[in-house]
Every structure is written in C-alpha cells, then in structure tokens.
C-alpha cells in the first residue's frame, strides 16, 4: 500500500519536489486539503458547483503561487486563504440581493440580546444529524452576516486557532473573538428558531 503523505516534513518534501519541477507531487501535497478548501468555499458561497468551480480555482492558484508559499502559516492555512479570498470575490461578483434580503433580518445591532445558552453548539449533537437540521443549520449559517459567516467556519467548521484565522481574515487576534462569539450567539439563535418551526411541522403531520 503506498504511504500516504503526511502533514510537516513530508509535506516539506512534497512542496520541494514541486518547487524543483516534479508537477506530478503537486497532487499529492493537496490531496488532504482538498474538503477543507471546498467547504471554506461552500460555507461562503452556499451553492455546490461555485463552490467547486472555487476549490479548482483555488488549487490552480496555489500551483501557481505555491514559489510565494513561505511557510510562515501551515499550508493548508494558507490554502484556505486562497479559498476564502476567491470565494469572497466571487460572492462579490454575484447578485447581492439574496444575502442582503436575509443580513437586513439579521440583529447585528448594539441592542441585540441573545438566548442564555452560551453559543451555537449547545444544540444537541444527535438533533443536528438529522437531515432537516442539517438544512436548517446550512440557512442559519447563510443568513449570518459575511464577516461571522467567516469567522465561524474557519475557527468552528475548519478548526483555526484564533492566530490562523486572524491571519486568513486580516483581522487582529482580538477581533477574531469578539466576532466569533458573536456569530455563535447569533447561529444558535437562529438554530433555535429554526429547530422551533421544524418540531411544529413535526406535530402538523
């Protein structure tokens, strides 16, 4: 069975072998990446073949770019920089209407008070695997305003630390947390309401 590549040295090697001409280890070097990329794109852009259409752009960009790469982030960071700036543009590029429609309901105020649960994933686990909810979770994400929508994929969905996803976003450490605990207050109220309207149809049928 061949050896599957591995984060760190391996992955060194591999984007060595790349930069001395061996195109072929390019593949290699981005296989593991290759959900994370196309999630970070889905999350933002909320539309499957844009989304892939990203995850292509995104890796045809790192082969290209991959002699800039200075290996001051982990190089799956720095791809999924790659994915969040090409989806953002994309995103940009489209019809605004949809999100601005849904942000415009969003309570992204001074005033807003959320529930007393502490953030989005007090949710129970097993509710979340059903199919309905997971639709639910997919809108309530969407609904959220760009720059939380962001934050909470890369630090809830992608696993970030707080310094990576600063880095990704631009952002300093600081804000990241003020804007990820904001965007987990405002997912979980959304969950809720949602998951309150799903238990009604439940009790109609």
Do not use: C
Request: no cysteine; aromatic share 6%; glycine share 4%.
């Amino acid at each position: 069975m061949a050896a599957q590549p591995q984060p760190g040295s391996d992955e060194q090697a591999l984007i060595n072998r790349v930069r001395a001409g061996d195109s072929n280890a390019f593949y290699d070097l981005v296989r593991p990446h290759e959900r994370a990329i196309y999630v970070t794109a889905y999350s933002i852009l909320q539309e499957p073949s844009e989304a892939e259409d990203v995850a292509q752009e995104t890796v045809l960009k790192a082969f290209r770019s991959l002699h800039q790469f200075r290996g001051d982030a982990r190089f799956g960071t720095w791809l999924i920089t790659i994915a969040m700036n090409e989806a953002r543009m994309r995103l940009r590029s489209r019809q605004r209407a949809r999100f601005e429609s849904l942000d415009a309901t969003a309570p992204d105020d001074p005033d807003y008070v959320p529930l007393q649960l502490r953030d989005w994933r007090e949710i129970p686990s097993q509710a979340l695997e059903r199919q309905e909810l997971r639709v639910a979770l997919a809108r309530s994400l969407a609904a959220l305003d760009e720059k939380y929508r962001e934050v909470l994929v890369l630090r809830d969905v992608q696993l970030l630390n707080v310094a990576e996803t600063a880095e990704v976003l631009g952002i300093t450490p600081g804000n990241v947390k003020v804007r990820l605990l904001r965007a987990r207050l405002q997912m979980r109220d959304r969950l809720v309401t949602e998951l309150s309207g799903w238990h009604l149809k439940r009790k109609e049928k």
